[in-house]
């Protein structure tokens, strides 16, 4: 007899179980694309005798809601882990160890686990700017994003019925956000993804947006949930493949799963990585290019005597070579508290294209993924930008508000590390793997809904645009015979 668990109670799926079925889609991987793919699919089969079988190969390591990480980050001049669960510190403690070329200085990694990195992520949700969005994306694809899913994106990960419209919460967060645009007319509230029955999101008031929400739902509730299985604790090792379509979806123990219809989501190394075990064209692509924008990020202490301040907020910027940037500024300063951690950050997310000379290929040894990751050139113009952009917006602040700057040093100096944020892309993208539909473009039954399709690393944290594609894909599969 064994002792009840989470777990065990409400996953009692087998793997011998799943074997002997077959289904309409798999999905691999449970993370920000394939967490919100497969609960899409669930709720459109209903009804249908179409079966959704998801394979994730951790098991269910956090609560049932989003880590309480929320909030200010460790940043790169004041290198203090603050806050009992911040969700860089978190991160730190759970990724997984990446085999690296030698030349590689990277910090990310995977999180194995019910919903991935949604556990710990940030709840930054952004648009991809549509210049940018026509540059690098298909225009049908840019098209459906603008104009229908990245609205339905905003609003499943703010769990509301109306998009919500963060706002201030007293007069010096409405004279901060106009003294900010006087510098800079696009600085505007940002979304958070919280579930919150609030115009005030930001202030995550029920609870963070996470995938591990809407499974553990689903899971709590099989008999309202008859078409989605989830499979814990299984690692997809490779796709058959045979004439062109994906003929089983084979487990490291050596269980093969059908279906008609495949879709990976395993995340940019390890999609990568079952993509080369399984020996996918095209070649020349498969693992490419491995990139993550530059970001550069800093922290300082600030105080006010007047009312607190809780703000997030962005803008858009160019820099002196006319390529994008987005600004943001999180602003989280209580009255008369004084704090020896950073509440005042700035942060920029630059416009990187994917690098060519950047893998995933797999270690002859273990077979596993080995990455070769490195940034473009450091443009010190861009630097000196961001440190003289920041220092006229602390200067104004100082000048016409009632915070005081503590922190006498503010200045960036290096982009933080790569993989810092998670937000690396590339390795099965967009025009080359897969086309508009995120359909591989040589097996014909295979999808791929993870960060590994962006054809750029772009300006925006990436993972709204990652839900509006899984939400996307979702209806493209549920209305196809
Ligand atoms: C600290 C931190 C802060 C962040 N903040 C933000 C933010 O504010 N805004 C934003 O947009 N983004 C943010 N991100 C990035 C965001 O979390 C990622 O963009 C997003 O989660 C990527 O989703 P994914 O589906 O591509 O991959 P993942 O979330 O990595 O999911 C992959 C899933 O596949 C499973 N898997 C892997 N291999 C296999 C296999 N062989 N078989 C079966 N299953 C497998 C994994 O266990 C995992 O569940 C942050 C990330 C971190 C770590």
Redesign the pocket.
């Known amino acids: 007899m064994h002792t009840k668990t989470l777990e065990n109670t409400f996953f009692p799926y087998k793997i011998e179980d799943a074997s002997s079925q077959h289904y309409e889609t798999i999905v691999?991987?449970?993370?920000?694309?394939?967490?919100i793919l497969a609960a899409t699919l669930a709720e459109k089969y209903k009804g249908t005798d179409k079966k959704v079988l998801l394979?994730?190969?951790?098991g269910v390591v956090f609560t049932t809601h989003c880590l309480n990480?929320f909030g200010s980050?460790t940043t790169q001049n004041n290198n203090i882990a603050f806050e009992a669960q911040n969700?860089?510190k978190?991160?730190n403690k759970v990724?997984e160890k990446v085999i690296l070329e030698d030349s590689s200085e990277y910090v990310?990694g995977?999180?194995?686990?019910?919903?991935?990195?949604?556990n710990?992520?940030?709840?930054?949700?952004?648009r991809i700017d549509k210049a940018t969005l026509y540059k690098y994306f298909p225009q049908t694809l840019a098209d459906s994003l603008v104009n229908e899913y990245y609205k339905k994106a905003e609003k499943f990960m703010t769990n509301n019925k109306h998009t919500p419209n963060p706002s201030s919460q007293n007069e010096d967060e409405d004279h901060l956000l106009d003294t900010l645009k006087k510098i800079n007319p696009t600085f505007k509230w940002s979304l958070i993804?919280s579930e919150s029955n609030t115009h005030q999101c930001y202030r995550v008031a029920r609870g963070a947006y996470s995938?591990v929400d809407k499974l553990m739902e689903i899971a709590y509730n099989p008999e309202d949930n008859p078409n989605l299985t989830i499979l814990l604790n299984?690692?997809?090792?490779r796709l058959e493949n045979s004439d062109g379509r994906i003929t089983g979806a084979v487990?490291?123990e050596g269980f093969t799963l059908k279906a008609n219809t495949y879709v990976l989501?395993?995340?940019?190394i390890?999609?990568a990585?079952?993509s080369l075990r399984s020996k996918l064209e095209p070649k020349e692509y498969i693992g490419k290019c491995i990139t993550e924008h530059e970001c550069y990020e800093v922290g300082i202490i600030a105080k006010t005597h007047s009312k607190d301040i809780n703000m997030k907020l962005y803008a858009k910027g160019k820099f002196e070579d006319k390529e994008p940037y987005l600004l943001y500024i999180y602003i989280n300063i209580q009255k008369n508290e004084i704090n020896n951690y950073p509440n005042f950050s700035f942060g920029y997310c630059t416009n990187t294209e994917l690098i060519d000379t950047n893998y995933v290929i797999l270690d002859e040894e273990s077979n596993n993924p080995k990455v070769k990751i490195q940034r473009s050139l450091i443009n010190n113009n861009k630097i000196d930008h961001i440190n003289k952009q920041n220092s006229q917006i602390i200067q104004r602040i100082s000048e016409t508000s009632n915070i005081e700057f503590i922190s006498k040093d503010y200045s960036v100096k290096s982009p933080i590390p790569l993989g810092?944020?998670?937000?690396e892309v590339g390795t099965l993208r967009i025009g080359k793997v897969v086309d508009e539909n995120l359909r591989s473009y040589r097996q014909k039954n295979l999808y791929i809904?993870?960060?590994?399709v962006f054809p750029v690393s772009p300006p925006?944290?990436?993972?709204?645009?990652?839900a509006a594609l899984?939400l996307r894909l979702g209806e493209t599969l549920a209305s196809s015979k």
């Open positions: 691999i991987g449970s993370g920000m694309g394939g967490g394979v994730e190969r951790g990480t980050r969700n860089t978190t991160y990724k990310g995977p999180i194995y686990c019910l919903g991935g990195k949604s710990v992520w940030g709840l930054m949700i952004r993804a995938v299984t690692k997809i090792d487990t490291y989501c395993a995340g940019v390890e999609s990585a079952i810092a944020y998670c937000h809904c993870d960060l590994s925006a944290n990436p993972s709204l645009t990652l899984a």
